[in-house]
């Protein structure tokens, strides 16, 4: 049994990891289906109507499937999985869900503390969709730790000693990030992060679906593709991805792609090499912008770098591997698993807040704030308005503190608002420029100044390590205020949008073969291992791990005995 163990979840775009630091090491959790630690991040029901996650989910892809949702998250899009449709954190909390019971099952654990990862550059909203993906699942996210920094941590935790400048090129399913690091000494100074987004390895397959697409036009005119069809073409198109990067020359071909006029066309067309290269050199040109733009922000000149470290799985094609390598006259390096390194970043991370790592011994982490923070207000004197005044800019080194002097538009003014927003750019001039977060504070009954000259409103603000905004807004002459927190941690939805997620979540969930069988049991045991305590506590999670591995590998005999093995237990509890 692990007694004393740290979880970080890498939530990616097209695959999602889950590794457990333990015996000062991270482990990279296998899944049980496909013996694999790349879980897709893919819902589906199947053709019994039951949910599948993961792996199980592929063969579905083209009739009731959902993928890439992480680029939803934070927005107010909706999701069809089935015949319900349903908020992204909802699907994302299912491939949540399925990376905790792959973890419980395979160790015998117990998991409610976690860290994720999110891309430096996601923004307020789809970071709170994040945690809220986390609430959904059962778990209590810890922290959220930029991917770049997590896939930093993976590297400097093995490599304690070395001292030099580096960059992380975080090149995953759906987003490009682009971190600068400075190490020495045990210390991982992050300096800087940009990146794009919309830009990822989802983009690549989406032209490649396109050039199948046109030249099975080209020879079908008459034919009708839809979504549907696209989505048969996604493993297609990766498979032609790959295989591109050896051969001037792919095949694809799809037996029975379409129907028409009641007779089944099979796809067959041939996709070359400099086809793909020419079709995805926009995507290119955005890569290299990036990284100029990650440099310019430190003005640090590409020779300076001494290492570029290689993560996510688009950095595995050969043409951007070359265009780092000629960015930065030298090779990038893979030293940690560019698919796996976010995860055991992340596990490293919730190993250090959990207090599993000695911070004598261990790695000290000062990261940036990915974004700038500030507040609403009335600017400009002959044509005055509303413009939007930093507190902080985007990767400004945190902890940080500022204070900061306004007044009120006018002596009698009885009310104010103080609004937080985000600015990504840390080129916001007006509000709409930044996201509102949301978070607001106000002071009312103002008293009429008497001196008839506004009154002063001073604003003192700070951004902990932890991403933790204090704000208090005063008016000295009156002694009112106002204080403004804002925890990432505490950011859930309303009571009624979480209870109403929650509902559908679960009723999805109950769907899943995985649990249809043994659902009320599991459920129960679930329940008294946050009442129990000690020995019994252990006993009850081997028992229940023991039956969740056991319906996992589909052994009727074992789930049997591993069932009568947790019932035996509950009596006990019950009875004691």
Known sequence: MINNFAVGIDLGTSTSEISVYYNNEAHVVTDPVSQSPIVPSIAAINSKSELVVGESAIPYMGVSGVREVKRLMGTDSMVKLGEKSYKPEAISSLVLRQLKENAESSLGITIKDVVISVPANFDDPARRATLNAGELAGLNVLNLINEPTAAALAFGIQNIDTEEQLVVFDFGGGTLDITILEMMEGILDVKCSYGDAKLGGKDFDDIMIGLIVEKFLNSHSKAQITNKERLILKPYAEKAKINLSKHETHLVKVPNFIVQQGLPIDLEVEITKKDFETAISPLLDRTRDCIAKTLDLKQVKPEAIDRVLLVGGTTY????????????GKEPKADVNPDLAVCMGASVKAAMINGLIDSKTGMIVTDVTSHGVGVEVLGGFDFPLMVYDPLIEPNTT??????????????????LIIKILQDHTGHARFPQDAIDTG??????NIPKSKKEIPHAVEVDFSYSHLGLIQLTASIPETGQKVDISYDPSSIIMSEEEKEESLEDV?????????????DSLIGKAEKYIEETEGKLRKKLEGALSNLKSSIKKGKETKIESAKNELIDILFEIENQ
């Open 439 to 444: 978070i607001h504070g106000r002071i009312e």
């Open 398 to 415: 945190i902890p940080y503190s500022t204070k900061k002097t306004y007044y009120l538009v006018h002596h009698e003014q009885e009310s």
């Open 317 to 328: 094609m050969p043409i951007i591997r070359n265009l780092v390598a000629e960015v930065f």
């Open 506 to 518: 679960q009723e999805l969930w109950k769907t899943s073969p995985y649990y249809q069988e043994n």
